[in-house]
C-alpha cells in the first residue's frame, strides 16, 4: 500500500482539496482506495458522505475517541488488497509532538500544500524544520526526496507567486506542481467529486495542472514498492 500524507500546520492550505481529489483520481484508476480523516472538522468525510454511491468507492474513516471509524455505517473495514491511502492531517499536528511522529512514521509520501504568501512560506519554513526534527523523519525513515510542496490556489505573474517559488527553490525539497485558485474545485467538493471526475470540457486546464504531481506520485509509488521487496515486505 502507498501512504500519501497531506500535512502542513497552517489551516486553509489546501490539504482537503488535494486529498479528496487524489482519492477521486486513484479510486476513477480502480484502485483499492481508502480515505483517512484526521482533521477535527472532518472535511475529507464529509466530502466522502456526498459523493454518488454509482462513483468508484472510496473507503472512508474518520478520527474520532482514539480510533478509526468507517464513514458508510455499511462499511466495516478497508479491504485487505487495499492499494493506496490518502491521510488528511490535522491543521494543528505541529502542537502534538506525538502524532507528528506517528504521522510521519506511517507515511511513505508527504504533501505539503503551501499558499503563495509571506504568512504561509513563513510557516512552511518552520513546519519543515518541525517534521524533521520533532517528527523525526530521518530517523522514521522519510526521506526528504519524499516530501513533495504543492503551491496552491496560485495566480500566477504575481509577486506573491514569484516569491513562492524562490522560496521553495532554495528548499532542496521537491517542487512538484503549482494547483490554480479555480471554482472547479469548490463544484467538485459540493458533490462529492475530483477534478478528474468532471466534464473535460469544463476544466482541461485544471485536470493538466494534476500531470506532474501525479507523475511525481507515481514514481514515489514504484520506489516504494521496490524498497519494500527488497526489505521483504510483500
Known sequence: MH???????????????????????????GYSTCLF??????????????????????????????????????????PSDSQ???????????????TLKALVKNTDTLLMPVL?????????????????????????????????IVANRVKTNTVAYRALCKFLDRLGIPFVASLNDAQNYVFAHEHGLGIHELS???NVKDQ????????????KAMENSTTNKQAGNF
Open 208 to 219: 493538466e495542472q494534476w500531470s506532474e504531481l501525479l507523475n511525481w506520485l507515481d514514481t
Open 84 to 98: 493506496i491511502a490518502i491521510i488528511d492531517s490535522p491543521a494543528g499536528v505541529a502542537l502534538d509532538d506525538a
Open 116 to 148: 503563495p504568501s509571506p504568512i504561509d512560506i513563513h510557516a512552511c519554513a518552520h513546519f519543515i524544520e518541525k517534521i524533521l526534527i520533532q517528527g523525526g523523519a530521518k530517523q522514521n525513515g522519510l526521506k526528504m526526496s519524499n516530501i513533495g
Open 3 to 29: 501512504k500519501i500524507t497531506l500535512m502542513n500546520s497552517k489551516g486553509g492550505c489546501g490539504k482537503t482539496t488535494i486529498a479528496t481529489n487524489l482519492a477521486a483520481y486513484y479510486a476513477a484508476k
Open 37 to 78: 480523516d484526521f482533521d477535527p472538522q472532518g472535511s475529507s468525510a464529509n466530502w466522502l458522505s456526498r459523493r454518488n454511491e454509482n462513483r468508484p468507492p472510496i473507503y472512508g474513516f474518520v478520527a474520532g475517541n482514539n480510533k478509526m471509524s468507517p464513514v458508510n455505517s455499511n462499511q466495516q473495514q478497508a
Open 200 to 202: 473535460k470540457s469544463r
